[in-house]
């Protein structure tokens, strides 16, 4: 992980590349990991920094301190934070239409509705999963298009 390799005690100096960094669940970060990274920010050869968090106030790793994401606070004060909004019903049943036609599945309306509302109820990854399996369903059953017993059948 980011916080082991780069961030461990030993006396080999650190460097970043030009580019752009990207860490995932920042929160798991201690604050030698967080020094290191403001010291790379003021770098002339400093990389663009993407950082993704779902914490609210959190314990910085290693310290009794809380802050927001988890993230000290003199370098939160140096980013900019985009905030996210959960996919509406329409987007969900868009993105699953665009993914059916990527997957080359042949998906009813109704079918699709239903698979829409399964990703709203539990998550969008898991409805994406649904629609191979449920093309699965279908072609056993002889089927060239998924109904919604196909969606049914897989999802239990």
Avoid: W
Wanted: hydrophobic residues 40%.
């Amino acid at each position: 992980n980011f916080a082991h390799n780069i961030c461990n005690n030993t006396h080999e100096p650190r460097r970043i590349i030009p580019g752009v960094l990207f860490i995932d669940e920042v929160h798991m970060l201690d604050m030698e990991c967080f020094s290191f990274l403001n010291r790379a920010l003021e770098s002339d050869m400093a990389p663009v920094l993407v950082i993704a968090t779902n914490r609210g106030i959190a314990k910085i790793r290693g310290t009794e301190y809380k802050s927001p994401h988890g993230i000290p606070l003199d370098l939160l004060d140096r980013l900019m934070i985009i905030s996210t909004e959960p996919y509406t019903h329409d987007e969900v049943r868009k993105i699953l239409s665009v993914r059916c036609e990527e997957e080359d599945v042949e998906m009813a309306d109704d079918a699709l509705e239903l698979l829409a509302r399964i990703g709203m109820e539990t998550s969008l990854r898991y409805s994406i999963h649904m629609i191979i399996t449920s093309s699965l369903a279908a072609e056993k059953r002889k089927s060239a298009q998924v109904e919604i017993e196909d969606i049914k059948r897989v999802y239990k």
